[in-house]
């Protein structure tokens, strides 16, 4: 299996509301990241575990809310969301190629929509 | 501040032509840069990458330069084909670090 599966694919939540976005590799790879990516922008960084721990937070509001359950899962808890959160999250997996480069691996995204 | 930079929005080219986008970086720190490729509706596919020590890195159609004393690094492909058409990222991490920072990317259309 050379897939990380995210899911749902779409997902349309009002302000008050709470959902989580889910996200799962079986690669055996040692980091997971979640991404938000706006239209015509860049992927940005949110949140990175390493070996099932939070390593990387980048300064993301605590309306979003990551948990990695096994090293396996990796979800993202939304609550009280803004209309701007509304965009494409990515999760990602990664492992240190033969090359010594770090390589991510991308699920195919949740479109979020708040409304 | 970006740390990444892909100055051109997008690159239209004629099939069986080279394709060749941009990418420019101010971190020095950074030793190693990766390509992604973008189709609508899907997440990024990792295409080929280059360690700072190196110059070029080429597999199959695609090939990467780095100038390191210019800050810049391009991705060549030679024949362009149809399939090419896509988003590609320029992207670079620092010491395996985690954090992989991305340029905003390069639309390539791949005219017949």
């Known amino acids: 299996d050379t897939e990380v599966t995210q899911t749902p694919k779409h997902l349309v939540m009002g302000m008050t509301n709470k959902k989580s976005l889910k996200c799962e590799q079986h690669?055996?790879?040692?980091?997971m990241y979640w991404y938000k990516q706006k239209a015509k922008k860049p992927p940005e960084l949110m949140f990175v575990?390493?070996?099932?721990?939070?390593?990387i937070n980048e300064s993301v509001p605590s309306r979003f809310s990551p948990e990695c359950p096994n090293s396996s899962l990796l979800n993202l808890h939304l609550h009280a969301l803004q209309p701007e959160d509304s965009a494409l999250y990515l999760c990602a997996s990664s492992q240190v190629q033969h090359s010594g480069a770090n390589v991510l691996t991308f699920g195919a995204g949740s479109r979020l929509t708040v409304l | 501040d970006q740390q990444v930079k892909q100055n051109s929005p997008s690159l239209s080219v004629q099939e069986g032509r080279i394709s060749i986008l941009n990418c420019d970086y101010t971190?020095?720190?950074?030793?190693?840069f990766l390509w992604y490729k973008k189709y609508p509706a899907e997440g990024p596919t990792f295409l080929i990458s280059?360690?700072?020590?190196?110059d070029k890195n080429e597999d199959g159609r695609f090939t990467v330069f780095l100038n390191k004393s210019a800050k810049h690094l391009s991705l060549h492909i030679v024949p362009s084909q149809p399939g090419d058409s896509a988003v590609y990222f320029c992207?670079?991490?620092?010491?395996?670090?985690?954090?992989?920072?991305f340029g905003k990317g390069t639309r390539l259309h791949i005219l017949p």
């Open positions: 575990y390493s070996y099932e721990k939070l390593s």
């Open positions: 280059i360690s700072s020590i190196k």
């Open positions: 992207a670079a991490t620092q010491n395996r670090d985690d954090k992989i920072i």
């Open positions: 690669m055996g790879h040692r980091a």
């Open positions: 971190n020095s720190m950074f030793d190693y």
